[in-house]
């Protein structure tokens, strides 16, 4: 049975649009580079993990603060600065990741207008503000939405603001996400509803346990199962 006038907030990446795999693609070309004996692959990875987990707390998200976790990974790896050529190769891959390009997920470009039609809809992407602006132009998708927020991290804090800022009814309001830790945790903490619907590229550092008692998380398999609920 579909719910009638409701709120629904979108993430972006990896929600409406492909992300992570391109971050997956370029982290593969330096693995190949930097996972050589003895370092293996999987501890290149961890170590990769680490720097990234760190640098987004200093410094947020995006293609300039992935290069920073690229070449700090390398220098910790090898124990030496990058050189010229290795510096080069690096701001390749970083650059690879912010195609003009939006690959939007199976069943978005047909379902999502349909949803419009019927609800509010909101988006709340978190990144570098350019680039999160260029990806949301470049998808068509912005004059389905009420409102547009770019925000530095999708924490407890910012929905709180967006509550206030929006003026939402937490109890008709669903926050729409692959990300567990970003898209439904802060989500539920703040008293809203959510629906989790996993990405098989979703970032490592994005996964957190979710309680599968809570009844207010509806979760599905793909984009297109919305318009059976909503």
Partial sequence: MRRDNQVLIFDADDTLWENNIRFERAIDTFLDEVARPPISRAAARAALDRIEAANAKTHGYGAQVFLRSLVECFEQLRGRPADAAEQARFAALAASITSAEVELIPGVAQTLPA????????????????????????????????????????????????????????????????????????????????VFIPHQHTWTLEEAELDPADSRVLRLTTFAELEEHF
């Fill in 115 to 194: 949803l419009a039609a019927r609800h509010e809809l909101l988006l709340l992407t978190k990144g570098d503000q350019a680039e999160q602006r260029a990806k949301v132009d470049a998808s068509g998708l912005a004059g389905l939405f009420r409102s547009v927020h770019i925000v530095a991290e999708k924490d407890f804090s910012e929905y709180y603001w967006l509550i206030g800022e929006e003026a939402l009814e937490p109890e008709r309001t669903w926050m729409i996400g692959n990300s567990p830790k970003s898209d439904i945790l802060p989500a539920r903490a703040v008293g809203l509803n959510a």
